[in-house]
T-cell receptor
């Protein structure tokens, strides 16, 4: 099991540029979460999907942020245009909705974003 | 509202000491889950334990033990005979079991544990 795979691991970009973060959940998991971690706000949920359908996007900061899950094995988080305050570590996590280990979130290694 | 409070921001101990990390939660739900995650200096988040609201039995796993008390809304984590490799940030988290927030984890701010040799 390769775990949750995120790319890129590190991204440095300039203000105004578009940023796309990618996530491949664990095969067989049907819930996917995007979290953001900063020193000031800690770990906060941005959005999560069940069976590829967005369930709660109330944590998405503003219209500059968007997330998609076109199929069960891939999700993207896009920031356009990026701003310095978006600098953070973005985590993707996945879980099963039912069965053994249901709702235990397995996290990816994170994508560290720096916006200059 | 749901909330998780980890009052200890940082703790420093010497190797082989026992240490307890506190977690207090707030929820109006009767069915919920509590979690502990570890974030070592490398940055990944590692699952340690899940406990549901109907199971107040304490749990022990090696040097780790967890004390869940619904009466005080607490889910504390004890490391016995701490080791340098235990140095990490530890997060307590709460998940409700129904409604629009099903599946979402609400995290505390974390407790940074430093174990010195």
């Amino acid at each position: 099991d390769a775990g949750v795979i995120q790319s890129p691991r590190h991204e440095v970009t300039e203000m105004g540029q578009e940023v796309t973060l990618r996530c491949k959940p664990i095969s067989g998991h049907n819930s996917l979460f995007w979290y953001r971690q900063t020193m000031m706000r800690g770990l906060e949920l941005l959005i999560y999907f069940n069976n590829n359908v967005p369930i709660d996007d109330s944590g998405m900061p503003e219209d500059r942020f968007s997330a998609k899950m076109p199929n069960a094995s891939f999700s993207t988080l896009k920031i356009q245009p990026s701003e310095p305050r978006d600098s953070a570590v973005y985590f993707c996590a996945s879980s099963r909705l039912s069965g053994k280990g249901a709702n235990v979130l397995t996290f990816g290694a994170g994508s560290r974003l720096t916006v200059l | 509202a749901q909330k998780v409070t980890q009052a200890q921001t940082e703790i420093s101990v010497v190797e082989k000491e026992d240490v307890t990390l506190d977690c207090v939660y707030e929820t109006r739900d009767t069915t919920y889950y509590l979690f502990w995650y570890k974030q070592p200096p490398s940055g990944e988040l590692v699952f340690l334990i899940r406990r549901n609201s109907f199971d107040e039995q304490n749990e022990i796993s090696g040097r780790y033990s967890w004390n869940f008390q619904k009466s005080t809304s607490s889910f504390n984590f004890t490391i016995t005979a701490s080791q340098v490799v235990d140095s990490a940030v530890y997060f307590c988290a709460l998940r409700m079991n129904y409604g629009g927030s099903q599946g979402n984890l609400i995290f505390g701010k974390g407790t940074k544990l430093s174990v010195k040799p």
